[in-house]
T-cell receptor, first 117, second 115 residues
């Protein structure tokens, strides 16, 4: 049962335009949502996060929006640059473990973003 | 700081062989974890550790062992390699396991092929 879903395997946009990457989740107990970016032959790197009690978080060109009622979040990149071409993973954190003491991160399958010059 | 380092970068094994994937971090992070990434899949958690001497299973632990004798090192052992363990393995660390927005730092990965 996939709890974090990224239904678009790929997305292609023109340089300077907006990139919108979408993510859906099924577990309403997720506390935090994080986006990671991954270049080929490298490990993922953290991009931006949002708490489940917020609906927006912004960091430079990157904004994440959370719609709890729809169990949906999206990552907006404005303006998109060729260097943004990478796989983007949506991930969600939930408290687990004995006594609910550890956070466990669940990843989506990723979306390959290609920004064309 | 070197961050999170992993060795080897590439490895080819025969079915039934054993090996250890090494992971080290120099950030004094208490939380360390191992993930595997397969084509068309997200990263799946194999094992994790919240501190030296403490380990626990993740989503796909079968066929793997871990130990955490120091804060810095978190090796992953394949006991008897199987073709289904062909994957890219990532080690990650983070400062805390009790903060949900705490970012994890990933190593560059080990690409393992089991023939």
């Amino acid at each position: 049962d996939q709890q974090v879903k990224q239904n678009s395997p790929s997305l292609s946009v023109q340089e300077g335009r907006i990139s919108i990457l979408n993510c859906d989740y099924t577990n309403s107990m997720f506390d935090y949502f994080l986006w990671y970016k991954k270049y080929p032959a490298e490990g993922p790197t953290f991009l931006i996060s949002i708490s489940s009690i917020k609906d927006k978080n912004e960091d430079g060109r990157f904004t994440v929006f959370l719609n709890k009622s729809a169990k949906h979040l999206s990552l907006h990149i404005v303006p998109s640059q060729p260097g943004d071409s990478a796989v983007y993973f949506c991930a969600a954190n939930i408290l687990e473990g004995s006594g609910g003491s550890n956070y466990k991160l669940t990843f989506g399958k990723g979306t390959l973003l290609t920004v064309n010059p | 700081n070197a961050g999170v380092t992993q060795t080897p970068k590439f490895q080819v094994l025969k079915t039934g062989q054993s090996m250890t994937l090494q992971c080290a971090q120099d950030m004094n992070h208490e939380y360390m974890s191992w993930y595997r990434q397969d084509p068309g899949m997200g990263l799946r958690l194999i094992h994790y550790s919240v501190g030296a001497g403490i380990t626990d299973q993740g989503e796909v632990p079968n066929g793997y062992n871990v130990s955490r004798s120091t804060t810095e090192d978190f090796p992953l052992r394949l006991l008897s390699a199987a073709p289904s363990q062909t994957s890219v393995y990532f080690c990650a660390s983070s400062y805390s396991h009790t903060s949900g927005d705490n970012e994890q730092f990933f190593g560059p990965g080990t690409r393992l092929t089991v023939l």
